[in-house]
């Protein structure tokens, strides 16, 4: 079946270092791929997207990597702060279609000062 | 996100009872979502609607129904609530099928 998941439950990494977090998915029909974060007692928040025809996207501190051949996406954070501490997790879709967003179950990025 | 908001926060029911969760948003999207959480599995779909008039089953919508009554209300029942109905359910809204979708701030559930 098609699964979406991530290669580590738990990341901890030091204030002002870089995180990486991964995700591995499975369905090479999945032109859509979205990276969010839940905080602790909040609903999941939006942090950016990328789409198959891109390799990289950058954000404010965040860059996503996708490489389509070993069907990887990541997560960058630069210079990682306290408030970067949350569950993040990648989601999958094929646009314009009515299949659902599929999630992973999510990294949890501990900061450590 | 204060643009999709989710009532009540926080419900404790009993067993067999009905309860109904609401979802309002103001940003204009035309598709919402219903999603339950439970630690290790992640998000469920339990229901989805594209618009007033359309309302589809997700991969766990046993045990639930929904009603759309406008473009900005999704509200989500449980007819007869049970012990492992018990978790974080969300509302999610999305401009596009198969867009991104942003969610409401959560509902915790508790069936005793």
């Known amino acids: 079946g098609e699964s979406v998941g991530l290669h580590l439950p738990t990341l901890s990494v030091q204030e002002g270092d870089n995180s990486i977090i991964n995700c591995a998915y499975s369905n090479s029909a999945s032109d859509y791929f979205i990276w969010y974060k839940q905080e602790s007692g909040k609903g999941p928040q939006f942090i950016i997207d990328?789409?198959?025809?891109?390799d990289k996207r950058q954000g404010q501190r965040v860059t996503v990597l996708l490489n389509k051949t070993v069907k990887h996406l990541s997560l960058q954070i630069a210079a990682t702060q306290p408030g970067d501490s949350a569950v993040y997790f990648c989601a999958e879709i094929i646009t314009g279609t009515a299949s659902k967003l599929t999630f992973g179950t999510g990294t949890r990025l501990q900061v450590t000062l | 996100d204060a643009d999709v908001t989710q009532t009540p926060r926080n419900r404790i029911t009993k067993t067999g009872k009905r309860i109904m969760l609401e979802c309002s948003q103001t940003k204009g999207h035309d598709r919402m979502y219903w999603y339950r959480q439970d630690p290790g599995l992640g998000l469920r779909l339990i229901y989805y609607s594209f618009d007033v008039k359309d309302i589809n089953k997700g991969e766990i919508s046993d045990g639930y129904s929904v009603s759309r009554q406008a473009q900005a209300k999704f509200s989500l029942s449980l007819e007869s609530a049970i012990p492992n109905q018990t978790a974080l359910y969300f509302c999610?809204?999305?401009?596009?099928?198969?867009?991104?979708?942003?969610f409401g701030p959560g509902t915790r559930l508790l069936v005793l």
């Open positions: 999610a809204t999305s401009v596009t099928r198969g867009g991104a979708q942003y």
């Open positions: 990328i789409r198959s025809n891109m």
